[in-house]
């Protein structure tokens, strides 16, 4: 009876990681409010921690071992109770121009933190976390999808050659001039022959006839539905870019959004990230902005000229403007993919884009006869300002939203040759703003601009309690069964129990690796988990039994045993390991999660109940020459 070195370096190798990254666990972090840039080129120094804890010291909020670190600080404090109090007086203490979040706060010694030890997230249900409730402007996404519809109906009536005196827009209504009936007769049953997406109304002004164009009721709504998929989709491409594991996000009615990120680390990071309602537009530099244009103040002169307009320049505080013309060439909308750098020429932050085959086109065909001109990358953003009323019979605040708009032109270059589908963007303010502005372009363009409209945080108490009925659940479970494996198996028994232990170790271990959230199912999973590790050994025992009582010595009944219950273990935990793969493919929130711990706890437990046993009982039993009897 051997067993060779190599599984024993293995096991070696298995529990001390496993025993090391398992540790972590043991150390729960703590509530805090992190303090960060309402802008990801926003600088923040050490002064902003003494500033906060002033702002506590006022409200007599404790905290302790304040930090800082990575452009954030960081002020824990000692109770969640007292973590949502910080956060409201933070946010009206210091203003705007910085993003108050709730965080958690990691408790695991140094040591294990430079090893990468870290404890296995939580899941909504067990940690808590962030709950935001998201509007979609639902009248923007109308306005947004007109404006590119008025210069796609532009564009179409000037291919096909129908005649119009001026096409206008003005409160999602486009109206076209013509010179007589018969060319506005021609355009309506273009129009009808098209897409018949406009209700049509022919009207007589004194300069003529024209035509009013309004989208119809099913169009709206088409428009609206697409708005809410598409902001969607982008919020859960955005949620993949900053690595949040296990996060709920789906549809509330008709325009709202509600996002769950459990154990979010950085939280402050992720409220930006998905609030920032932000899009590009490619323009170019109008042929009138020099004369426009003070050259030493920056500053527009005179009225905006028609078919423009004026924009901040490099940043909203800079004092400068820049005249651009008012069709785009396209918007965020065509960009396919995006990556943050360095650029070779200057050393500055850049982002490369790629464009899709229609972007390719549009750019290319802008842009041709455009060589030597100045092109300008605008960037829009929508925003909400909070405010504070107080009532005047109750005395309590409350929060007012009001949501604007902020554009500014990040850069205008000169266009050296015509562009096609790549080209990048230079003159970026920071490394930080290059990487946030690629992110959100990879992660896809907002249909319409989402607005904040609740922030809750699920309490600490709630995830404590579900934690101690989940750990208490564990704990029953595991006893029960070690007590049945050691009376009805003896020493064999005891083995086995040695290697649900590492079973669970293991599995805590490997979720921390991929980052994956235990939830309340999860935690089903592991039990459910702990009785097929145990079924394996009862497979494995119950064999060298029988083989004992065919007449086979204790060695060989030992090796026959574990040789001939490998192929029932395996199968077994094959058909089940591929139903939890095909949970976790059609399945979402705590079916995941299940399903997540339940195809981890399968593969631990083929290792343990195999190898691992059979290592345990070579040891005991493998050197006895005179082996006469199995205590099993």
Same mark, same amino acid.
């Given at each position: 009876?051997?067993?060779?070195?190599?599984?024993?370096?293995?096991?070696?190798?298995?529990?001390?990681?496993?025993?090391?990254?398992? +540790?972590?666990?043991?150390?729960?972090?703590?509530?805090?409010?992190?303090?960060?840039?309402?802008?990801?080129?926003?600088?923040?120094?050490?002064?902003?921690?003494?500033?906060?804890?002033?702002?506590?010291?006022? /409200?007599?909020?404790?905290?302790?071992?304040?930090?800082?670190?990575?452009?954030?600080?960081?002020?824990?404090?000692?109770?969640?109770?007292?973590?949502?109090?910080?956060?409201?007086?933070?946010?009206?203490?210091?203003?705007?121009?910085?993003?108050?979040?709730?965080?958690?706060?990691?408790?695991?010694?140094? *040591?294990?933190?430079?090893?990468?030890?870290?404890?296995?997230? +939580?899941?909504?249900?067990?940690?808590?976390?962030?709950?935001?409730?998201?509007?979609?402007?639902?009248?923007?996404?109308?306005?947004?999808?007109? /404006?590119?519809?008025?210069?796609?109906?532009?564009?179409?009536?000037?291919?096909?050659?129908?005649?119009?005196?001026?096409?206008?827009?003005?409160?999602?209504?486009?109206?076209?001039?013509?010179?007589?009936?018969?060319?506005?007769?021609?355009?309506?049953?273009?129009?009808?022959?098209?897409?018949?997406?406009?209700?049509?109304?022919?009207?007589?002004?004194? $300069?003529?006839?024209?035509?009013?164009?309004?989208?119809?009721?099913?169009?709206?709504? $088409?428009?609206?539905?697409? &708005?809410?998929?598409?902001?969607?989709?982008?919020?859960?491409?955005?949620?993949?870019?900053?690595?949040?594991?296990?996060?709920?996000?789906?549809?509330?009615?008709?325009?709202?959004?509600?996002?769950?990120?459990?154990?979010?680390?950085?939280?402050?990071?992720?409220?930006?990230?998905?609030?920032?309602?932000?899009?590009?537009?490619?323009?170019?530099?109008?042929?009138?902005?020099?004369?426009?244009?003070?050259?030493?103040?920056?500053?527009?002169?005179?009225?905006?000229?028609?078919?423009? /307009?004026?924009?901040?320049?490099?940043?909203?505080?800079?004092?400068?403007?820049?005249?651009?013309?008012?069709?785009?060439?396209?918007?965020?909308?065509?960009?396919?993919?995006?990556?943050?750098?360095?650029?070779?020429?200057?050393?500055?932050?850049?982002?490369?884009?790629?464009?899709?085959?229609?972007?390719?086109?549009?750019?290319?065909?802008?842009?041709?006869?455009?060589?030597?001109?100045?092109?300008?990358?605008?960037?829009?953003?929508?925003?909400?300002?909070?405010?504070?009323?107080?009532?005047?019979?109750?005395?309590?605040?409350?929060?007012?939203?009001?949501?604007?708009? $902020?554009?500014?032109?990040?850069?205008?270059?000169?266009?050296?040759?015509?562009?096609?589908?790549?080209?990048?963007?230079?003159?970026?303010?920071?490394?930080?703003?290059?990487? $946030?502005?690629?992110?959100?372009?990879?992660?896809?363009?907002?249909? &319409?601009?989402?607005?904040?409209?609740?922030?809750?945080?699920?309490?600490?108490?709630?995830?404590?309690?579900?934690?101690?009925?989940?750990? +208490?659940?564990?704990?029953?479970?595991?006893?029960?069964?070690?007590? *049945?494996?050691?009376?009805?198996?003896?020493?064999?028994?005891?083995?086995?129990?040695?290697? +649900?232990?590492?079973?669970?170790?293991?599995?805590?271990?490997?979720?921390? *690796?991929?980052?994956?959230?235990?939830?309340?199912?999860?935690? &089903?999973?592991?039990?459910?988990?702990?009785?097929?590790?145990?079924?394996?050994?009862?497979?494995?025992?119950?064999?060298?039994? /029988?083989?004992?009582? *065919?007449?086979?010595?204790?060695?060989? &009944?030992?090796?026959?045993?574990?040789?001939?219950?490998?192929?029932?273990?395996?199968?077994?935990?094959?058909?089940?390991?591929?139903?939890?793969?095909?949970?976790?493919?059609?399945?979402?929130?705590?079916?995941?999660?299940?399903?997540?711990?339940?195809?981890?706890?399968?593969?631990?437990?083929?290792?343990?109940?195999?190898?691992?046993?059979?290592?345990?009982?070579?040891?005991?039993?493998?050197?006895?020459?005179?082996?006469?009897?199995?205590?099993?």
């Amino acid at each position: 009876m051997r067993y060779p070195a190599w599984k024993y370096l293995l096991i070696l190798v298995v529990l001390v990681v496993s025993t090391l990254y398992a +540790l972590p666990s043991l150390y729960p972090d703590e509530p805090a409010v992190q303090i960060s840039g309402a802008k990801a080129g926003t600088q923040i120094d050490q002064s902003i921690i003494q500033k906060a804890e002033q702002i506590l010291q006022s /409200e007599n909020i404790a905290s302790h071992d304040n930090s800082f670190t990575n452009n954030a600080a960081l002020l824990r404090l000692d109770t969640s109770e007292a973590q949502l109090k910080a956060k409201e007086a933070l946010r009206r203490g210091l203003g705007d121009d910085y993003v108050v979040a709730l965080n958690l706060a990691p408790t695991t010694p140094e *040591w294990l933190q430079k090893i990468g030890a870290k404890p296995m997230k +939580l899941g909504l249900d067990l940690r808590g976390g962030v709950h935001f409730l998201l509007e979609v402007d639902m009248d923007k996404a109308i306005s947004q999808r007109m /404006e590119t519809s008025a210069a796609d109906l532009r564009r179409q009536l000037r291919d096909n050659k129908l005649k119009f005196n001026s096409l206008s827009l003005n409160n999602n209504t486009i109206t076209l001039q013509f010179a007589n009936n018969a060319d506005r007769d021609a355009v309506m049953d273009f129009l009808r022959r098209n897409g018949n997406e406009y209700t049509q109304q022919a009207v007589a002004t004194s $300069e003529g006839s024209s035509l009013r164009l309004n989208y119809t009721d099913v169009r709206k709504q $088409e428009i609206q539905s697409y &708005a809410v998929n598409q902001n969607l989709t982008t919020l859960r491409n955005r949620i993949n870019e900053l690595g949040v594991a296990e996060a709920l996000v789906q549809t509330q009615g008709r325009n709202r959004i509600v996002v769950e990120l459990p154990g979010v680390q950085d939280t402050a990071e992720a409220k930006r990230v998905l609030g920032r309602t932000a899009n590009l537009e490619f323009r170019l530099v109008s042929d009138l902005n020099d004369q426009y244009i003070d050259p030493y103040t920056g500053q527009l002169t005179g009225p905006v000229p028609p078919g423009t /307009e004026a924009f901040a320049f490099e940043s909203l505080d800079s004092g400068r403007q820049i005249l651009l013309n008012r069709s785009r060439i396209l918007t965020g909308e065509r960009v396919q993919n995006a990556s943050s750098g360095f650029s070779q020429d200057t050393g500055g932050a850049e982002v490369n884009i790629t464009l899709d085959a229609a972007g390719g086109k549009l750019m290319a065909d802008a842009t041709r006869n455009a060589v030597g001109k100045r092109m300008a990358v605008l960037f829009i953003e929508n925003k909400q300002k909070i405010t504070y009323v107080k009532d005047p019979k109750t005395g309590a605040q409350t929060e007012v939203r009001t949501p604007y708009t $902020e554009s500014v032109v990040i850069n205008a270059a000169t266009i050296q040759q015509v562009l096609g589908s790549q080209f990048r963007i230079t003159g970026l303010s920071s490394p930080q703003e290059a990487s $946030e502005l690629a992110l959100m372009l990879r992660a896809g363009a907002l249909a &319409a601009p989402m607005y904040f409209v609740e922030e809750r945080v699920v309490g600490p108490s709630l995830g404590q309690e579900n934690i101690d009925k989940g750990i +208490l659940s564990t704990e029953v479970g595991f006893i029960l069964v070690a007590i *049945w494996m050691v009376v009805f198996f003896r020493v064999f028994g005891v083995i086995a129990n040695f290697a +649900l232990v590492v079973n669970i170790a293991m599995i805590l271990t490997v979720m921390s *690796w991929i980052g994956a959230s235990l939830s309340l199912p999860g935690i &089903a999973g592991i039990i459910i988990t702990i009785g097929m590790a145990v079924d394996a050994n009862v497979l494995i025992c119950e064999r060298i039994r /029988e083989e004992i009582k *065919w007449g086979a010595s204790p060695k060989q &009944a030992i090796v026959a045993g574990y040789e001939r219950a490998y192929n029932t273990i395996f199968d077994s935990n094959l058909t089940t390991f591929i139903v939890a793969f095909i949970l976790f493919a059609i399945g979402s929130g705590p079916i995941k999660s299940f399903a997540v711990t339940h195809m981890i706890g399968i593969v631990c437990s083929m290792f343990t109940s195999i190898t691992v046993t059979r290592a345990i009982v070579q040891l005991i039993y493998g050197k006895s020459r005179n082996l006469k009897k199995l205590s099993i």
